[in-house]
């Protein structure tokens, strides 16, 4: 094992994995849970996530809808989706951030930052 008893100590490092462990599926499971919108167009589009990434939701206001036009159509969709991923990925660093942040700082394998 360990030279000078460090049974105990690893025990307890072992506990505290284990607590972070769970404390990351948490707030995983929250992010999975948490809406989030982003728009394009002043609104005329508009991109329901979730905290992890996951499109839920399109909205296309008729106006935003010409039959000659699809391709502005088809931007728009694409920066109302964009901009909801910046703000999953945002609240993502909010929630996952610190805990990566003590598990070691730079960033887990499968994690976004």
């Known amino acids: 094992m360990f030279p000078g008893g460090g049974g105990a100590d690893m ?14 599926a948490v707030a995983q499971r929250e992010l999975a849970e948490t809406p989030v919108e982003g728009s394009a167009g002043g609104g005329l589009v508009k991109a329901t996530v979730t905290g992890a990434g996951e499109l839920t939701g399109l909205v296309i206001d008729p106006e935003a809808v010409d039959p000659e036009d699809t391709e502005t159509l088809s931007d728009l969709v694409l920066a109302a989706v964009r901009d909801a991923n910046a703000a999953a990925q945002q609240l993502q660093q909010a929630k996952l951030g610190p805990l990566a942040q003590s598990l070691g700082g730079g960033g887990m394998p499968g994690l976004p930052f």
Do not use: I
Request: glycine share 0%.
């Open 11 to 24: 025990q307890q490092l072992l506990q505290q994995a284990q607590k972070m462990q769970e404390e990351l």
